[in-house]
Structures are given as C-alpha cells and as structure tokens.
C-alpha cells in the first residue's frame, strides 16, 4: 500500500460479517496501480450500529463506502439521494458522500452488463432468462429492462417471480416447471441464485434443450467455475463466468471515491481469482 498522507481519500466496505469480502483486495490493486494517496478498508458494522457507523465516516471525511449484507435495504433508507438503479434493483451498494449527503446507487446490473460486453458479448441481441428473485436478480433484470431488453424471470418459488415481475413492469416470468423446456427461446442465461455456490447443491437445470447459441452466464464466482457453466461448456455453449461482474461492478465506486475510472484487465482478474483458489487461512 502506499505511504498515505494527511490528505488521504478513504473508502471501505460496510458489512456483518466482512472479512469474506473480496472488495479491499480489489480496490487496493487499483489504488496501487494508480498510485492513488487513499485507502479502502473492510469495515464490520453490526446491523443495529449500521446508521451510526455510516453517519460517523461520512463525519470523518470518508469518500463513501460499499455496502454489503446485512445492510443493503437499510443503506436505502440513509440516502438522501437515490440513483434510478438503485431505485429499480429496490437496494443500494454504494454510497456516495458528498457535501454532508449521502448519495447511493446500485451497481450490480450495469456491473453485469459491462461484464458481458467486456467479453463481446451484446445482452441484448435475444431474450434473456434470470434465474432466481433475489437481490441480484432483481439488479440484473432491472438493468436488462432499463436498456431495452426482453427479460424473463423463473424461480423456484413461482410467488417470488410473480412480485418481480409485479414491481418491474415489461419483465416476463416463466414457471419454474417450465424453465428447461424455455431455454430454447433465450439467446442468454444466467444464474443469480446461490445454487452452484461452495457447499450448495448445484442449480437444478437441465441444458439439453437449449439452443447452441446460448450463452450461460452464473453470477456465482466461489467456485471460480460452478457446476452449471462445466455443464454448458460440455455442450460447448459459451460460458460467461461470475468474477468478472465483481469486479465491473467496483469501477463506478472506485472513479466516485477516488477520481480516477479504473480498468478491468486480466492482471485485475488473476489477483483477485488467485485469493478465491488460495486455501483458507488457518
Ligand atoms: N458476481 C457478483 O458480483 C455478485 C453480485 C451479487 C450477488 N452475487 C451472488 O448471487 C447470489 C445471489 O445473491 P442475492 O443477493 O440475489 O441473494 P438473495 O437475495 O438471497 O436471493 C437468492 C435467490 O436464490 C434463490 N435460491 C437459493 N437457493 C436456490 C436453489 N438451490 N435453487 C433455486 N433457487 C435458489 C432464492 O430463492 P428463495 O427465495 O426461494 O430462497 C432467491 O431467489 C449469491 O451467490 C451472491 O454471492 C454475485
């Protein structure tokens, strides 16, 4: 890290816990890379402190911070200002301190995005299916929306994708018993449920009806490769892994907190994927 003067930009992640996250690893690439005069620390707030925490660095001269869980809906209702992906994906990850105000935004679906076009992919050359209702779900399908895509929800649970397609209006839901058979009218894919996850049973979803231009994306990136992007490379259908999304999604924080809009290249990639294979620390 470099030597940090009185002037210093500081950032950080607020979560509970925190020492799992990924993001100081990847902002302090950046900021060496960059040779930036700021710090960007893990930050483990408990969520009954989480107010007071927050009001207390935006006090202390932090640029702002991410948010991580158990805080994203609380985030929300700090902000003084809420950016319209923050609004559509129904919570924040980033805040933005400014002037005494707090500004949030939600940049998971434009993380995602970015992601697929980084790696030539066009997220709306077909109709797209969202697996899952959660958070993510609802930032990726939101973001799809926003752009002019054809978007199509399914989840085990049919009620959650009803209510996010009741509070999306365009978005498309498809019974879950009906998900495999429905992946042959998609151009795109992709997984934001935590099914695949390291010590989660592997995503119920059966790739053999599906058209050879599918592009299966998994925002899942513990492991590095889930079980359903093996699956789909055996068929040979083009895989777009989760990591990457991580690290699009840092770049809006990093150019608020820091003033400079940084890069996402595969020196970036390796040093973060390189933490996710190393073993745990004892
Ligand atoms: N790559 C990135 O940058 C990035 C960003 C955000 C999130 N993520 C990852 O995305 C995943 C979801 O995050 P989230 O914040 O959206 O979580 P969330 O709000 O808790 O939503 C999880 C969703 O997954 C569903 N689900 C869980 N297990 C399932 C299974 N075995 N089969 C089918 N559906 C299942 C849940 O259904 P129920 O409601 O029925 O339980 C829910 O719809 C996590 O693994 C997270 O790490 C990655």
Redesign the pocket.
Known sequence: MPILTGKARLAGVVGWPVAHSRSPRLHGFWLERYAIDGAYVPLAVRAEDFERATRGLLAAGFAGVNVTLPHKERAFALCDEVAPAAWQAGAVNTLVFRAGRILGSNT?GV?FLAHLRAEGVDPLAGPALVI??????RAIASALLTEGGRVAVT???DA?AGALAAALPGLGVVPWAARNHALADHALVVN????G?SG??P??LDLAGASAALIVAD???VPLETPLLSAARARGLRVIG??G??LH?AVAGFAAWFGVTPEVDAALYRFVADDLLAPPCA
């Open positions: 998971d993380g899952g209702a959660g958070g993510a779900a989840a085990r649970r959650a934001t449920t935590n099914a996850m989660n049973p995503l119920a925002i899942v990136y989760g990591l999304m991580l999604q």
